[in-house]
């Protein structure tokens, strides 16, 4: 058990839907990384916040926000969805950069 | 733009037969240099960070080890439980971990 978590764990939703995945760090990091994994593309870095503020951007679309809120947990929202947006989406927390990231168990997402 | 190379893609093995995976990165703006283990529709989980040329680790049959533009995970006597996919990945100097594809490994009793 890493000590990150992640919510839900399944998600399924329509083309043209919204969803938000929500993440809670380990106890004591500030920083939050989010991930997506597709069977293509492997582990994709999307956005990194660190103490409540965007640090640095991956290849994150335009239909998809985060945001960390004052407690260090966050939220990835995705809109507009597509059927290639079926993913396994995680979250990671870690120090500010460079250290080691730790991952959550994931939020498996399949929109049909 | 950073790249992290592995190989091979799969490897199968007999328990007990010792072996090596590869993982070669792009040299400039190196922050640490990661080694995760994924079991299927779980989350990578921590196996080691290495910073410089020459370091290695060790933890239990499993030992990392890093060069100027590679790095190795030597896995000792492997047994059944050692079947994962191995991910390797490149600190950058944008906060961002960079990921390898990954090298399934397949243990066989």
């Known amino acids: 058990d890493s000590g990150v978590t992640q919510t839900p764990k399944h998600l399924i939703t329509a083309t043209g839907q919204r969803v938000t995945l929500r993440c809670s760090p380990r106890?004591?990091?500030?920083?939050v990384y989010w991930y997506q994994q597709s069977l293509d593309q492997g582990l994709q870095f999307l956005i990194q916040y660190y103490n409540g503020e965007e640090r640095a951007k991956g290849n994150i679309l335009e239909r998809f926000s985060a945001q960390q809120f004052p407690d260090l947990h966050s939220e990835l929202n995705l809109s507009s969805l597509e059927l290639g947006d079926s993913a396994l989406y995680f979250c990671a927390s870690g120090g500010p950069g460079g250290e080691t990231q730790y991952f959550g168990p994931g939020t498996r997402l399949l929109v049909l | 733009e950073d790249q992290v190379t592995q190989s091979p893609e799969a490897l199968r093995l007999q328990e007990g037969e010792s072996s090596s995976l590869n993982c070669s990165y792009t040299v400039s703006g190196l922050r640490g240099l990661f080694w995760y283990r994924q079991d299927p529709g779980k989350g990578p989980e921590f196996l080691f960070t290495?910073?410089?040329a020459g370091e290695e680790k060790e933890k239990e049959r499993l030992k990392a080890t890093l060069t100027k533009k590679e790095s190795f995970l030597h896995i000792t006597a492997p047994k059944p439980e050692d079947s994962a996919t191995y991910l390797c990945a490149k600190g950058g100097s944008n906060y961002k971990l960079t990921f390898g594809k990954g090298t399934l490994l397949t243990v066989n009793p």
């Open positions: 106890s004591g990091d500030l920083s």
């Open positions: 290495l910073y410089s």
